[in-house]
């Protein structure tokens, strides 16, 4: 059974920065794509970043580009997310994905390609 359990949210102050994590039980030394989502109130599920099993590959969402940072430690069974220099427009509850298949692009930028999820972490920015 595959599950994710995201950590690292809060409340911050607008420039403030966070550290995301995504703990995965399963083998992540395998063939996979994992990827970080948000929401916001009343918005739908937006994606992220994404990379790949092995960390050579990486996407961003233009308006995070600059100011976000995906990264993963297989030996941890872990995926992070660097936020920084956060924004009032960064308030959501993120969430990690996992897709069991290899890196594809543009469709791992869809939420539908995403079999597992965690259960969400959520930030706050407060100006």
């Known amino acids: 059974q595959v599950q994710l359990v995201e950590s690292g949210g809060g409340r911050v102050q607008a420039g403030g920065s966070l550290r995301l994590s995504c703990t995965a039980t399963?083998?992540?030394?395998?063939?996979?794509?994992m990827a970080w989502f948000r929401q916001a109130p009343g918005k739908e599920r937006e994606f992220v970043a994404a990379?790949?099993?092995?960390?050579?590959?990486?996407e961003y969402a233009d308006s995070v580009k600059d100011r976000f940072a995906i990264s993963r430690d297989n030996a941890k069974n872990t995926l992070y997310l660097e936020i920084n220099s956060l924004k009032a427009e960064d308030t959501a509850t993120y969430y990690c994905?996992?897709?069991?298949?290899?890196?594809?692009?543009?469709?791992?930028?869809?939420?539908?390609?995403?079999?597992?999820w965690g259960q969400g972490t959520q930030v706050t920015v407060s100006s």
């Open positions: 399963f083998r992540t030394f395998s063939v996979n794509t």
């Open positions: 990379i790949n099993w092995n960390g050579g590959s990486t």
């Open positions: 994905a996992l897709d069991l298949r290899a890196w594809n692009w543009p469709s791992m930028m869809s939420s539908s390609s995403y079999t597992y």
